[in-house]
């Protein structure tokens, strides 16, 4: 198994900044994907950005040139550096990580961590 943590949701005014943090921990041979969605009240959850074990990102068209997600292969762990924070910003942080937990596993798993809540105020 698998345990996805979040941390480093807060609450900030328009305009500040936050970074997030997902630490994957367990039967982990390597990542492949790994990925932070958020989700607004009353919203459905929706993908925010992405990063591959080699280092591709994509970004949803609102965030751009404000959110950078970068990843520490040795340390399982992806973050998510947060700019220019807006109040529609505002949601339930989640990471998503595919995971081939052994060497000889030819498939991926993904994992969803609990969420870290981040509020932007305006």
């Known amino acids: 198994q698998v345990q996805l943590v979040e941390s480093g949701g807060g609450l900030v005014q328009a305009g500040g900044s936050l970074r997030l943090s997902c630490v994957a921990s367990?039967?982990?041979?390597?990542?492949?994907?790994m990925d932070w969605y958020r989700q607004a009240p009353g919203k459905q959850r929706e993908l925010v950005a992405s990063i591959t074990s080699g280092g591709t990102t994509n970004y949803r068209e609102s965030v751009k040139g404000r959110f950078t997600i970068s990843r520490d292969n040795a340390k399982n762990t992806a973050y998510l550096q947060m700019n220019r924070l807006q109040p529609e910003d505002t949601g339930n942080y989640y990471c998503?990580?595919?995971?081939?937990?052994?060497?000889?596993?030819?498939?991926?798993?993904?994992?969803w961590g609990k969420g870290t809540l981040v509020t932007v105020s305006s």
């Open positions: 998503n990580a595919g995971v081939q937990h052994t060497r000889s596993a030819n498939y991926v798993m993904a994992y």
């Open positions: 367990g039967s982990i041979f390597s990542i492949n994907f």
